[in-house]
Structures are given as structure tokens and as C-alpha cells.
Nanobody
């Protein structure tokens, strides 16, 4: 089992920057480390979309809408993933959720999700 939590959301003006932090905690006695982590977002009435993912080896992948503006990094020892967001636009307004993949001997690799943090970008 993995507990995932996000922080750092808020209200900003267009063009400003914001940093989101995701922390994944494996329950005591867990047999494996967290694998890939990532950020997704969903605006009201819209489909959830990829923001960025990063493997446990540090290989990133970005959604087209945020490439070259956002940057994802991670600390494997701390099981954290940081999303650095710059040049924010009103279209970036959404609830941002973090996910972490964790292996299970019985169920294979499972996805664990946080409850999300809200980002609002005003014009």
C-alpha cells in the first residue's frame, strides 16, 4: 500500500510560476520501492490529461500542452516528485493529481493516487 499526497496549489496570475510537490509513502513493511510517478490534471467538464511522468530512473515524459513550460523531477530516496510550472496560462487551471506505481506480489503493479491540489491561473 502507498499513500500519496500533493501540495503547492493555489491562485496565481498568468505568467507566474508555481511548484507542486508529491510525496509517496510506502507503508511500513512494504516489500518494494515506488516505481514511476506522475502528474495528471483535470479541469471541470474536461477529460483528465497527462501533465508529466517520470520513471524511477529519472526519465521524464510530458504532455504536449505543458512541454517546455513545466519540468518534473524526483528524489527516489524520499519518494517525492516535484512539478515546476512556469509561464502559467489560464488554460492550466485544473485539479492536479499525483500518481505513483508500486509493485505487489499478488496484484502486479498498481497505481495509487492522491486527492489532488487545485491550481487556478487568472488572466
Amino acid at each position: 500500500q502507498v499513500q500519496v499526497s500533493e501540495s503547492g496549489g493555489g491562485l496565481v496570475q498568468a505568467g507566474e510560476s508555481l511548484r507542486l510537490t508529491c510525496a509517496a509513502s510506502v507503508v511500513p513493511g512494504g516489500a518494494f520501492n515506488v516505481k514511476a510517478m506522475g502528474w495528471y490534471r483535470q479541469a471541470p467538464g474536461k477529460q483528465r490529461e497527462l501533465v508529466a511522468t517520470i520513471t524511477n530512473r529519472g526519465v521524464p515524459n510530458y504532455g504536449d500542452a505543458v512541454r517546455c513550460r513545466f519540468s518534473i523531477s524526483r528524489d527516489n530516496a524520499a519518494n517525492t516528485a516535484v512539478l515546476q510550472m512556469t509561464s502559467l496560462k489560464p488554460d492550466d487551471t485544473a485539479t492536479y493529481s499525483c500518481t505513483a506505481k508500486h509493485p505487489s506480489l499478488s496484484d502486479g503493479v498498481m497505481d495509487f493516487w492522491g486527492t489532488g491540489t487545485l491550481v487556478i491561473v487568472s488572466s
